[in-house]
């Protein structure tokens, strides 16, 4: 398998830390995407000590100009990129509803979990243009499907529902270019986020985006659950 560079956001724990660990024990070199400093560089530096080719940059969703200045360095370093994973989220409003959540929780939460990646993809476009087969994968969840749309968790399910839809959109606008975009749902997951209730470990959860980055044939402009379309 021909070696990718891959850029994993929110890289330094739970899903994004799996995928990244198994995207380079497959060779491929990764760029650990995170906002924390400390757990990032330590993640990075744990990997490197065992072989892999792994390097740290920081990265904030919330503030476009860390966005830009992590896009300049991959410019300024790299030809092209073969893989963006937009792992990185937050999940601010567990248990509130449409009228007790606060509009600076709603207002952040679409800014981290929507913006960040859309403002992310755009910027680090040209380099995946230069790849041969770019991908992008988008890591959303069921809780922004429409047709399993209910109540609570107004913030994460908005963003989520808007993450789809770009990916809908970017597929069919990049339908001409030699990039495949997907949305994937990786189940509730056994990490921070999801808490110790979840019934899916790491490892399941990481499974659909590895796919989508490392196999040759994919489709294009869908929602995937363990590796099968559902619907949006």
């Known amino acids: 398998m021909k070696s990718k560079t891959v850029v994993v956001t929110g890289a330094n724990r739970g899903i994004g830390k799996q995928i990244v660990k198994e995207l380079a024990e497959m060779g491929h070199h990764l760029i650990i995407a995170a906002r924390d ?18 390097e740290f940059r920081k990265l904030d969703l919330e503030n476009p100009e860390s966005i830009h ?13 073969d893989v963006l994973i937009n792992n990185a989220a937050v999940f601010l409003d567990q248990g509130e509803n ?3 959540v606060a509009m600076d929780t709603v207002r952040k939460t679409v800014q981290i979990n929507l913006y960040g990646p859309m403002d992310l993809t755009k910027t680090l476009i040209n380099l995946l243009k230069g790849s041969e087969e770019g991908r992008i994968i988008n890591i959303s969840s069921e809780l922004g499907a429409m047709i399993e749309m209910a109540g609570l968790h107004p913030a994460y399910r908005l963003s989520k529902v808007g993450l789809n839809a770009f990916t809908k ?8 270019t030699n990039i495949k975009i997907n ?9 921070d986020m999801g808490g110790k209730g979840a019934q899916r470990s790491v490892e399941q959860g990481a499974d659909t985006a590895v796919w989508l980055a490392t196999a040759e044939d994919i489709p294009n402009g869908k929602f995937l659950r363990d590796r099968k379309e559902i619907e949006w």
Request: hydrophobic letters at 35%; charged letters at 25%.
């Open 183 to 191: 949305s994937m749902c990786p189940g509730w997951v056994k990490t």
């Open 98 to 100: 449409v009228l007790s």
């Open 169 to 176: 959109i970017a597929a069919d606008d990049l339908s001409e």
């Open 37 to 54: 400093n400390k757990s990032g560089s330590q993640f990075a530096t744990e990997l490197k000590d065992s072989g892999y080719q792994v």
């Open 69 to 81: 200045d992590f896009a300049k360095g991959l410019y300024t370093d790299y030809e092209k990129i």
